[in-house]
């Protein structure tokens, strides 16, 4: 009896736990059925068990351990995991309200249609009401097949998530076939050429640092990519001031070394490190989600994040509307904080102060604090790297940095126009 009241207690408990944190927990949810265990651990892999968790009003088609074997042997997990988003309906279908369609068929919008991938009708998905009570799923593309069907309910939660039990997977026309980005195959400055990013893009050509983006493609890489306009903005520091050790710093900062999607952002709380990060705490960044929209802080200012530029596991790249400036390199934001350094002594040292105003033409905003050590560059990133020839140049002499004649003159290049030593606040 008491045994049997505690067990009862400890679900109640975590079904409060579950419920509490975001509405719903699918990878939770699923857990509890081992008939699908393949498609949830597809559903982390592919991280649209995050996706799924920001979203209400919402029905999960899933598929048990036999059909999802089938589909996942054949298929690269980008495939899978559009074929996966072509299964979650971003509407409330109990196992009721599919056998009322008004008229026995209707076409529902899934999470494929708003990936950008599903031209036209392409992520849609076509259910009938068919004779004899059976309920046939389809790619709502004209001429399609039904060849899916309503086999059992799983579980609902009115009417945040629905999950129903169909035969064989939905296929959209082309969806096996569309071009898997081999994650090594990733032009990475090509696709940030194509989205308005050709000076971050330079930035990481010259540095070498590219090389560290293209060590990391194929374990996860997630990219924050400020635009050309993010570094032409007031505000943004004199880079050309910085060692090329904290260069290739600053460049390391504007990616994390995991694959990242839009939900998988929102539903993040703990700080993400990034290729910069060479110990606890440090060159991360933090996130915060306010409806649809993503924003990344960096101690010193926020960077709002756009749609992906590219989204195909294990690679994510989105643009970023800030140049992302590690409180490392340029200190806490000078506007919000109290005095950044609070001197008790009574005497007054403004021409002193550490504290540079935003339109100030003082020299590099650098923190006080010694310059970073170079970074360990993460795996395959070989010594030959620019940077690693040049450490022991000094920060404020300009010239004195140039032994890469490459880098520096096209840092210079980009940044003489820019208003110098700034910081956003
Ligand atoms: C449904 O989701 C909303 C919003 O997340 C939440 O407030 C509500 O408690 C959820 N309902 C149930 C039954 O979990
Ligand atoms: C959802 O549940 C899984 C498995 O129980 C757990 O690992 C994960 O942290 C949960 N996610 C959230 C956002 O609570
Ligand atoms: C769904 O597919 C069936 C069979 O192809 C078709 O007859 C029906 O018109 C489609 N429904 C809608 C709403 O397009
Ligand atoms: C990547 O794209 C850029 C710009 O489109 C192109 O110049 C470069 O040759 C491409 N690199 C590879 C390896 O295809
Ligand atoms: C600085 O680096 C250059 C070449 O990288 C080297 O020749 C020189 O001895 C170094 N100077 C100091 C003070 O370490």
Do not use: W
Request: charged letters at 15%.
């Amino acid at each position: 009896m008491g045994a049997f009241h505690r067990l009862n207690l400890l679900h109640f408990t975590l079904s409060l736990v579950v419920i509490a944190v975001n509405g719903h927990n699918i990878t939770a949810i699923l857990e509890g059925f081992p008939d699908y265990s393949v498609y949830n651990s597809f559903l982390t892999q592919t991280k649209l068990a995050d996706e799924i968790n920001t979203r209400e009003t919402i029905t999960c088609l899933v598929l048990n351990n036999g059909a999802m074997s089938a589909l996942t042997s054949k298929h690269p997990l980008s495939v899978v995991k559009n074929i996966l988003s072509l299964h979650v309906l971003l509407d409330y279908y109990d196992p009721q309200k599919l056998h009322k369609i008004s008229d026995g068929t209707t076409l529902t919008t899934t999470l494929y249609q708003t990936t950008g991938n599903a031209p036209g009708n392409l992520g849609f998905v076509n259910i009938t009401d068919l004779q004899g009570g059976k309920v046939g799923f389809g790619s709502a593309i004209p001429g399609s097949k039904l060849d899916s069907s309503y086999t059992k309910s799983v579980k609902q939660i009115p009417y945040n998530i629905s999950i129903l039990e169909i035969s064989a997977p939905i296929i959209a026309p082309g969806i096996l076939t569309a071009p898997a980005p081999s994650s090594s195959g990733v032009n990475i400055t090509g696709l940030l050429e194509k989205a308005g990013c050709k000076t971050f893009a330079s930035l990481l050509t010259s540095s070498g640092v590219l090389k560290t983006y293209e060590s990391a493609l194929d374990k996860g890489l997630t990219v924050f990519a400020p635009s050309d306009e993010a570094f032409k903005a007031e505000g943004v520091p004199d880079l050309g001031k910085l060692t090329n050790a904290e260069q290739v710093s600053l460049l390391e900062y504007h990616a994390s070394p995991d694959y990242k999607p839009k939900g998988t952002l929102k539903t993040t709380k703990d700080p993400i490190s990034t290729l910069a990060t060479n110990g606890a705490g440090k060159y991360d960044l933090t996130v915060t989600t306010a409806g649809d929209s993503v924003t990344l802080h960096t101690g010193v200012g926020p960077s709002r994040v756009a749609e992906a530029v590219f989204d195909s596991p294990p690679v994510a790249i989105f643009t970023v509307d800030n140049v992302l400036l590690p409180s490392e390199l340029f200190g806490k934001s000078p506007s919000p904080a109290p005095a950044p350094e609070p001197v008790s002594s009574p005497s007054p040292t403004p021409s002193l102060s550490p504290s540079p105003s935003p339109m100030s033409e003082a020299p590099s905003p650098l923190a006080a604090s010694p310059p970073a050590p170079p970074t360990g560059t993460p795996v395959g990133s070989p010594a030959d790297s620019p940077a690693g020839s040049s450490e022991n140049s000094t920060s404020d002499n300009a010239a004195g940095h140039v032994s890469a004649p490459l880098l520096g003159t096209i840092i210079f290049t980009v940044f003489a126009t820019v208003v110098s030593s700034v910081i956003l606040s």
